[in-house]
């Protein structure tokens, strides 16, 4: 894949992350269990696997509009190797399905890189999530962010324990309460019968 084809696949994947992530939270229920994702605009860019000389906001912007990012703005280096962009640029377009599919979530991923609290996997790939902070490095809230994307089934002796997902609800960031049910299944599908830990974080309209 040449660097023109890749940029329009990051195109492509910029958006399909406006159409149905950005701007969303994302409720994942599983057991007695719950995590709340938050997909942020300054996400993306680290998400592709590329490197830029640009704010992360600033390549998000660009990478949705067509033409927008050039072919400067995408750089590569032995933390940001091409091949592995390439990898993933294969599967990022399909990140949304995730929000509203049959997926499990494994909890404490080790990588050799890092410890992630929750990954969402539908064993093609993994999204793996960690703290809500803001730019000084501060807390917000007890939601996740999407830190990193591997096209990869991790191995059972990578994670904790592997869940699956009962329903995953969605809602505007900015609003109170999910009000939307993207998956469920199909045991759970007639009689909602939502964990009491989330009722409280819902009103879904019948």
Known sequence: MGKSAL???IHNAAVNYQKYLAGRTFLFAYGDSFAEIVFKSSSFQH?????????????????KKKNGLRPGEVLFDKTHPYDLAEKKMEYLGDLYKV??????????IVTISA??????TNFRFILLCGPNRDTAGQLIDECLVPYSFRVEDISAS????????????SKKTNDRLYSHISYCTESE???????????DKIKISQ
């Open 7 to 9: 940029i329009k696949k």
């Open 47 to 63: 998400l592709t696997g590329v490197k830029t000389n640009l704010r992360a906001k600033g390549f998000y912007n660009h990478a």
């Open 99 to 108: 929000t509203c599919s049959d997926v499990m979530i494994a909890t404490d």
């Open 115 to 120: 410890v992630y609290k929750v990954g969402v």
């Open 158 to 169: 990578r994670f904790e324990e592997l869940h699956e997902v009962q329903y995953i609800l």
């Open 189 to 199: 599908r007639d009689k909602l019968n939502f964990p009491p830990r989330i009722k």
